[in-house]
């Protein structure tokens, strides 16, 4: 039992986690629009390269969701 996490600090662990996300993305969205206007490819393909990026950015945003719903879970215990 002394190894165990305390609830507290592992809410703030799950924060950090989900604040990670916020500002990851963003960064990475800039990146990828100035990657896209810089190599001039043809509209298609960087359609395709957008949706791409689209889809890897959902698995992200539904990591931060089940992150908030975890530190619900652990808040509402006693």
Do not use: C
């Given at each position: 039992m002394r190894n165990m996490i305390q609830?507290?600090?592992l809410t703030k662990n799950i924060e950090e986690?989900?604040?990670e996300g916020d500002y990851q993305i963003p960064l990475l969205n800039r990146h990828l629009t100035s990657a896209l206007f810089f190599s001039k490819l043809s509209a298609e393909p960087?359609?395709?390269?957008?949706?791409k990026f689209n889809f890897v950015v959902a698995s992200p945003a539904r990591r931060e969701r089940l992150l908030a719903e975890l530190k619900e879970n652990l808040q509402s215990q006693p």
């Amino acid at each position: 039992m002394r190894n165990m996490i305390q609830k507290g600090r592992l809410t703030k662990n799950i924060e950090e986690h989900i604040a990670e996300g916020d500002y990851q993305i963003p960064l990475l969205n800039r990146h990828l629009t100035s990657a896209l206007f810089f190599s001039k490819l043809s509209a298609e393909p960087a359609r395709t390269v957008r949706e791409k990026f689209n889809f890897v950015v959902a698995s992200p945003a539904r990591r931060e969701r089940l992150l908030a719903e975890l530190k619900e879970n652990l808040q509402s215990q006693p």
